[in-house]
């Protein structure tokens, strides 16, 4: 391969001498330095600009940094090896720099030339030059000791409030009786970034709260908010907020949800403890009356029926009857997740907070939540990006967008056709303004030195300054992914299981006799109940569980890209997203790593900050530029649409509808399922089974098995 020289003489046969050993004395001495082309290109792009007296665009510049910072990276050793000079006669090093340490470092230099040889380069330049080498060395030390410095801390999300006498005075006198929610003029930050600013949010009691907006703008954060009473409400109002599983215990299932009910269990836990005194004969004559007062209040709040709709709801989340006698320390995360979930309505607060509700459950349990949801009494402020789900569910949806909320009346479809309209509405009003303006602006700047129309021109600039401020509507920008294809194609079969039996236990068959088939064409989504086996299937897809009996056929070149449900786990949160795709991915340069993540949205300062700080949506879509980095040509996705944003799940639709590969997919996710599948099968009684008429048919079976269980 030709040297920095060769390419510099051959791009710029008229190059100056001494321009010409500047230029190589940079990318000799900082050759080591440089770690992508386009820091080659700060480095002398400009300056070969110039001396190609534009005779080169902008792109063969580029081009050209680019061969020489190739040539840099694989001749590595050539500098070390060129900096060996033959020397006039010894030097004693000891004798020159005795008495002149200050200085030694000036001499070396001119020391270490070749005989006859003089300095051609210029010295300010070559200064400037090793100034900002050292600048880039310094700065990546610095980040360097700051990954290692210890353990990450992450900012933290701060409220404030504009405080109120009015409501000071009521809450203080116990007179505000009102389960209506009003918190007026706050701020919500996460670290030095504002998320709300002077907002107001208005929640009349039994009505149902959608909460929307783009990934990273605060959703979370202001759930995490109001339960805390970060932000003010009134003491007599209950908030139960589900974000955390619950422990794992002793406790049955049933039992764990029972006892949420701290009044019914008090009163209950008396009762036993004042029966049992009687029976001992330590009692003091007062027992039996109070006894019937906790026998009435015991049938006030209805403590009879308590078991029997605790099961209800356990039995719609997925609960067996086996599974609601098991102990919450048998269950893994995600079902008691659900038991949170099941304790939460069945404690039934003033105010319940739910963050994406239906990523932990299944099609059937969110179908039996949107019937039970409808029906309830108090008030819900729920996060969801399930457009069906809040279609379901919600009587108001509110839209967290430019730092400030906007209510709309009615369900999710209902709050676009509003939006939509409303911002016409503003654009059109804005445009009209405009012109308006700018017709006044004429008249003024012609008769603006004309004596004769000096009252009107002043008259007119008045009517300028009293004009409202209109501002142009700001659109959220549109949402783009792609999935590279860049790949040949192959003739079938590409991936099946013929004949499979898979256990994890013998006494336990998680298939028998399976057979599936995908090729390239394929737009398949799995769906049953939680632990049905759909995350087993695709793991004995991809090769990663070996079938206990029958075949698993791949074609050779089938190249597959796994998407987990729990990527969070596999993702490094203590670096960037930058580095994540340097280590999984190395020899590429940066700029190659930030656009790959830049054509998933994780572009500009989200790409360096740590992954940990990132939202779930945003970590999400981080995994995804991991996982199609590598080109491939199959996908299987489990659960891909968790915590994205809807304008996401959109753009995620139409990319693997555009994919020239194959793609299976599980996803509890109706209306994405609509938008890419044109097969369904369903996961039930240790088989595969193909539903013919899609999501409709599957939706009917459920709706009919609530029916005859007894679940609504």
């Keep these: 391969m030709a040297s920095c020289a060769d ?166 006198s116990g007179k505000n009786k009102s389960y209506d929610v009003r918190i007026e003029n706050f701020d919500v930050s996460f670290g030095e970034r504002v998320l709300l600013a002077g907002a107001d949010l208005n929640l009349a009691f039994g009505r149902r709260y959608g909460l929307v907006g783009r990934n990273g703008l605060g959703k979370t954060t202001l759930l995490k908010m109001i339960a805390s009473h970060s932000l003010r409400i009134p003491s007599h109002i209950s908030i139960l907020h589900v974000e955390q599983e619950v422990a794992g215990d002793e406790t049955p299932a049933l039992q764990s949800v029972l006892e949420c009910d701290t009044t019914r269990e008090s009163l209950l836990r008396e009762e036993r403890d004042l029966t049992a005194k009687i029976n001992a004969g330590r009692g003091e004559g007062t027992e039996g009356a109070r006894l019937s007062e906790i026998y009435a209040k015991l049938e006030e709040i209805e403590a009879d029926k308590a078991p029997a709709r605790a099961s209800v709801i356990l039995a719609g989340l997925g609960f067996n009857a086996k599974m609601q006698r098991q102990t919450t320390k048998e269950f893994s995360g995600g079902w008691r997740m659900r038991l949170a979930l099941a304790r939460a309505l069945f404690a039934r607060p003033d105010l319940l907070l739910l963050d994406e509700p239906t990523n932990m459950l299944d099609v059937r349990a969110i179908l039996w939540l949107e019937t039970y949801l409808q029906t309830w009494q108090s008030t819900i402020l729920v996060v969801s990006h399930d457009r069906n789900f809040l279609n379901a569910v919600a009587t108001d949806i509110i839209h967290l967008h430019s730092q400030r909320l906007d209510t709309y009346r009615g369900d999710f479809e209902n709050f676009m056709k509003i939006k939509e309209e409303r911002l ?230 139409k990319a693997l509808n555009k994919f020239r590969g194959g793609v299976i997919l599980v996803s509890h996710d109706e209306r994405f399922i609509r938008l890419v599948c044109q097969e369904l099968w369903v996961c039930e009684n240790a088989t595969v089974t193909r539903i013919e008429g899609g999501f409709d048919q599957y939706r009917d079976i459920l709706q009919e098995q609530f029916r005859k269980e007894g679940f609504l």
């Design 424 to 653: 016409k509405n503003q654009q059109r009003e804005y445009e009209a303004q405009q012109q308006y303006r700018e017709h006044i602006q004429v008249f003024i700047d012609r008769f603006r030195y004309n004596a004769n129309r000096a009252s009107q021109v002043q008259s007119k600039l008045k009517l300028l300054e009293k004009l409202p401020e209109l501002k142009p509507v700001d659109k959220e920008s549109e949402v783009i992914m792609k999935f590279p294809d860049g790949f040949e194609k192959f003739s079938p079969p590409i991936l099946q299981l013929d004949e499979v039996d898979f256990y994890y236990d013998p006494s336990h068959y998680i298939f028998r006799s399976l057979f599936v088939s995908a090729d390239l064409e394929s737009r398949i989504c799995v769906v049953g109940e939680n632990g049905a086996g759909k995350s087993t299937m695709l793991k004995i897809l991809m090769g990663d569980l070996a079938p206990v009996r029958g075949i698993r056929h791949a074609h050779r070149n089938l190249k597959i890209g796994y998407f987990s449900q729990h990527h969070v786990d596999q993702l490094d949160l203590n670096i960037s997203a930058v580095e994540l795709l340097a280590r999984r991915f190395p020899g590429k340069t940066e700029e190659e790593y930030r656009h790959q993540l830049g054509s998933y949205g994780i572009s500009g300062e989200l790409a360096v900050r740590p992954v940990a700080s990132l939202s779930g949506g945003q970590k999400s879509r981080v995994a995804f530029a991991q996982m199609t980095m590598s080109c491939p040509n199959f996908y299987i996705l489990d659960e891909p649409t968790n915590h994205l944003d809807m304008e996401t799940i959109e753009a995620l639709a």
């Design 7 to 172: 390419i510099l003489r051959s791009e710029f046969p008229d190059l100056d001498g001494e321009v010409f050993a500047y230029l190589t004395g940079i990318l000799h001495d900082g050759g080591a330095e440089f770690e992508s082309a386009e820091e080659v290109v700060e480095a002398v792009g400009e300056l070969l600009r110039e001396v190609s007296r534009d005779a080169k665009d902008e792109g063969a510049i580029r081009d050209i940094c680019q061969r020489l910072f190739d040539t840099l990276q694989l001749d590595e050793g050539r500098a070390q090896r060129c900096s060996q000079v033959l020397l006039d006669a010894p030097i004693q090093l000891s004798q020159i720099t005795d008495g002149c340490a200050d200085t030694s470092a000036d001499l070396l230099p001119g020391l270490l030339l070749k005989r006859g040889q003089t300095s051609m380069v210029n010295a300010k330049k070559l200064e400037k030059a090793e100034a900002r080498l050292k600048a880039k060395q310094d700065k990546r030390m610095e980040r360097d000791s700051l990954k290692t410095s210890g353990p990450l801390v992450l900012e933290e999300a701060s409220a404030s409030q504009a405080a109120s006498k009015k409501e000071t005075r009521m809450e203080s």
